[in-house]
């Protein structure tokens, strides 16, 4: 079955940087777009960045545009996000989600996530 | 950016109640519409895509409608494992945008 195990997370003083890691297992990861998207501690979900199967492609929010940096190793089932120039409003769970076969942007499995604590 | 406004915050509900929640584009997004459903400390799950498709697995009580701007998500019969939040994102335009949600509650 399609399984996402994020990575990485931890806590970092401002202004600081962090790399998270997405593996992915049980479907072919090389076929399909990956996202990552955040959910800051008691509220709601923020798609923050997306890749295309190849790598190709990517596009990021606003909010993290210039900071983070979505990327992908197909030979190695793994997502990345590099995120750079943290702030204490970066503190969130982030997930990656896998698209959906037929719909696009459309997030159809998700990893139980990684905790990012931007303080210092 | 299109915005994603849910109604209502948080409902308080019963088992057996059939539920309703709204979901306003701030622009028409065709049927590019999806729900998720999360509990809490869990990962979303996905509900429902393209506005009125069950995704595999969930059950049929779950039902999605509407076209345009104006999206519900209904819950017939309520049941103990439904109570959770949900959330409604468009898929029409980047940025992807994702309601505030819904938390229903017993």
């Known amino acids: 079955q399609v399984q996402l195990a994020e990575s990485g997370g931890g806590l970092v003083k401002p202004g600081g940087s962090l790399r998270l890691s997405c593996v992915a297992s049980g479907f072919t990861f090389s076929d399909y777009y990956m996202s990552w998207i955040r959910q800051a501690p008691g509220k709601g979900l923020e798609w923050i960045s997306y890749?295309?199967?190849?790598?190709?492609?990517?596009y990021s929010a606003d909010s993290v545009k210039g900071r983070f940096t979505i990327s992908r190793d197909n030979a190695r089932n793994s997502l990345y996000l590099q995120m750079n120039s943290l702030r204490a409003e970066d503190t969130a769970v982030y997930y990656c989600?896998?698209?959906?076969?037929?719909?696009?942007?459309?997030?159809?499995?998700w990893g139980q996530g990684t905790l990012v604590t931007v303080s210092s | 950016d299109i915005q994603m406004t849910q109604s209502p915050s948080s409902l308080s509900a019963s088992v057996g109640d059939r539920v309703t929640i709204t979901c306003r584009a701030s622009q028409s997004i065709s049927n590019y519409l999806n729900w998720y459903q999360q509990k809490p400390g869990k990962a979303p799950k996905l509900l429902i895509f393209a506005a009125s498709n069950l995704h595999s697995g969930v059950p049929s009580r779950f039902i999605g409608s509407g076209s345009g701007t104006d999206f519900t998500l209904t819950i017939n019969s309520l049941q103990p494992e439904d109570f959770a939040t949900y959330y409604c994102q468009q898929s029409d335009s980047l940025p992807w945008t994702i309601g505030q949600g819904t938390k229903v509650i017993i």
């Open positions: 989600a896998k698209e959906h076969v037929v719909v696009p942007a459309t997030l159809d499995h």
């Open positions: 890749i295309s199967s190849s790598g190709g492609n990517t």
